[in-house]
């Protein structure tokens, strides 16, 4: 069970693109296609923004957007807004009921 | 509207034991797995432990492996942590968190949260 592995920050100046990654093992991520993704904005609890890899929630902008190659998943927004400073997380299941978590990405807009 | 509320947080003694309580509504809680996540102040997500719709296959992380309990009551709608031999490093907001998909051990997104309760450990 050990973490995923995300960089601890990302930033980018307003319109421009931002990809954060979540690398895992053969194990998790490079076993399922059940990586999933959450937004933090601070003193609120988290919110799902991504699931199966590439699945948006009702109301998450299209400028997100997420993908899976190998044992690698990435986050990618297009087009960064004020509002898309937050954490950011990935996870993905780790065998039955198991789960775990990237380290997280704090994504600051310039 | 799914609604997930915490309670029995509070701040509790090194080897002591706590039991969490997490009310559900909005939702067919016997079709569902339920699980804890926790999240040290200023920190990131934990995964803690998980239990599937109806009660028969459970997981820990190993930080909490053999001192915390997942159950729940479908009846009563409630999912309960029974943690013991309570450690500084416990000390977190824990989040119980409503799996998306129905009847599902691996597919583990979790699309609700509660608001969270916090658990101090200290002396």
């Known amino acids: 069970q050990s973490a995923l592995t995300q960089p601890p920050s990302a930033s980018g100046s307003p319109g421009q693109p931002v990809i954060i990654s979540c690398t895992g093992t053969s194990s998790d991520v490079g076993a399922y296609n059940y990586v999933s993704w959450y937004q933090q904005h601070p003193g609120k609890a988290p919110k799902l923004i991504f699931y199966?890899?590439?699945k948006r929630p009702s109301g998450v902008p299209d400028r997100f957007s997420g993908s899976k190659s190998g044992n690698t998943a990435s986050l990618t927004v297009s087009g960064l807004q004020a509002e898309d400073e937050a954490d950011y997380y990935c996870s993905s299941s780790a065998g039955s009921n198991i789960v775990v978590f990237g380290g997280g990405t704090k994504v600051t807009v310039l | 509207e799914v609604q997930l509320e915490e309670s029995g947080g509070g701040l509790v003694q090194p080897g002591r034991s706590l039991r969490l309580s997490c009310a559900a509504s909005g939702f067919t809680f016997d079709e569902y797995a339920i699980h804890w996540v926790r999240q040290a102040p200023g920190k990131g997500l934990e995964w803690v432990s998980g239990i599937s719709w109806g009660s028969g296959s459970t997981a820990y992380a190993d930080s909490v492996k053999g001192r915390f309990t997942v159950s729940r009551d479908n009846a009563k709608n409630s999912l309960y942590l029974q943690m013991n031999s309570l450690r500084p490093e416990d000390t977190a907001f824990y989040y119980c968190?409503?799996?998306?998909?129905?009847?599902?051990?691996?597919?583990?997104?979790?699309?609700?949260w509660g608001q969270g309760t916090l658990v101090t450990v200290s002396s």
């Open positions: 968190v409503k799996v998306g998909a129905v009847a599902s051990k691996y597919n583990l997104y979790f699309q609700h």
């Open positions: 199966e890899v590439t």
